[in-house]
């Protein structure tokens, strides 16, 4: 954006210095996060995993969902980052990422559905 001569000059920072404006590939980032909250068995999917590392059968019973609607699921949540999986013989096991992005997620889910975490034992 640099070299940009805007139209009106408001007298904020970011029209003096539109270079330091995040690039179009930092919001794609942050768009794809997002994207996971587009559907609802996603979102509890991830919520589930960020408190305990289950296998596809047991998240589809604890979720009420068939293993193939989990398994398509735990795709699109393991190709952003969200999630992570590990293999235990013929197991699969899946896990919220200990990442910032992941983190934040969750918290911002609890907070938005102001749900209380499953105190750890």
Same mark, same amino acid.
């Given at each position: 954006?640099? !070299?940009?001569?805007? #139209? ?9 210095? #539109?270079?330091?404006? #995040? ?5 794609? /980032?942050? =768009? ?5 909250? &587009?559907?609802?068995? %996603? /979102? ?6 960020c408190? &305990?590392?289950? &296998? ?14 989990? =398994?398509?699921?735990? %795709?699109?949540?393991? =190709? =952003? !980052?969200? /999630?992570?999986? %590990?293999?235990?013989? *013929? ?15 969750? *918290?911002?889910?609890? *907070?938005?559905m102001? /749900?209380? &975490?499953?105190?750890?034992?």
């Amino acid at each position: 954006m640099s !070299g940009v001569l805007l #139209p009106h000059d408001h007298g904020q920072a970011i029209e003096r210095e #539109p270079e330091n404006m #995040p690039g179009e590939e930092d919001f794609q /980032i942050v =768009s794809d996060i997002f994207k996971q909250l &587009c559907d609802r068995s %996603r /979102i509890r999917i991830f919520w589930l995993l960020c408190h &305990c590392e289950e &296998c596809v059968i047991n998240i589809a019973a604890i979720v009420g969902m068939t293993s193939p609607a989990v =398994s398509h699921h735990l %795709r699109q949540l393991k =190709s =952003s !980052g969200l /999630i992570v999986s %590990r293999r235990d013989g *013929k197991e699969v096991y899946y896990k919220a990422a200990d990442t910032e992005q992941a983190q934040l997620l969750h *918290k911002m889910i609890e *907070k938005m559905m102001e /749900i209380s &975490c499953p105190t750890a034992e």
